[in-house]
C-alpha cells in the first residue's frame, strides 16, 4: 500500500550497518567496560555511604532507626503509586534506598546485629512487594496479572534464597559459596537491578506490564539457579573426598 510505513524495512539499513560494526568482541569490549563503570561507581558510592554513615553513627543515630525511618518513607512511596503520583513515589523510592545503604553503613561502624540484618531484610522484602501491588492498585485492569506474576517470580525468589540461607547457617557455611557455585547468577535480580526495575516503573509506567514480566523471568531465573546451586552445594559438593557429612 502506498504510503504505508513499514518499522522492519525502515530499520532494516540501520540494523545492517549496527551487524557490520558491531562485532563479537566490540560487544565483549563494551559489556567490560560497562562492567567496570559499574564496579567503579558501585565502590564510589559505597565509600560515599560509609563517609557518612560514620557520620551519622558518631552523632549516636541507630541503625535499626534508620531502617525504620525508611521503610516508612517507603510507605509513602507505594501510597503515591497508588494514586498515580509516579514521580512522587519515585522520589520516595530513592530516599528508601538512600535509608537502606546508611544502615548497613551505619551498622558497619557500630556493631552489626543479627536482629539489624533481620530487620533489614525483610522491610526490603515488604518494601519491594508493597511497590509492586501499588502498580496494580493504580491500574487494575491494566496492571494486575503482570503485578501478580511479579509477585510470584519475587517470592520464589526470596524464598528459594532465604532457604538457601538457613541452611547454610545449619552447616556453617557462609554466602561465597553460594557466589562461587558455578551455577548461580549473583548478578541477576538483585538490589541494583530491583531499583532499576522500579525506576523504569516509576519513569514508563504506561510499560510496567513488559517491564514486570521480564524482571519477573529473572527473578525465576535467579530462583533456578539458586536451587540447582543448592544441590551442587548441599548434595555434589559433600560427597567430594574431604568433605564430611555433619549429620551422619
Known sequence: MK???NMQDKLKPILNKVNKKMKAEDLKKYYEQARVSAVRFNKQMTNSFNSFGAKMAKAGIPAN???IAGFVIGLLAINFISLQMYATGLLFILINRLCDGLDGAIARKTKITD?????DAVLDYVFYAGVIFAFALANPLQNAVAASF???AFTSSACAMLAYAVIAYKNSQNRELLNNSPFYLGG???GSETLIALVLMCVLPGWFMQLAIVFGVLGLVKALT???AAY???VIAARKPGKTD???
Open 246 to 248: 555433619k549429620n551422619a
Open 188 to 190: 541477576v535480580a538483585q
Open 115 to 119: 536482629y539489624g540484618v533481620f530487620l
Open 3 to 5: 504510503g504505508s510505513f
Open 150 to 152: 511479579l509477585l510470584f
Open 226 to 228: 539458586i536451587v540447582v
Open 65 to 67: 532507626a534508620v531502617s
Open 232 to 234: 551442587y552445594n548441599f
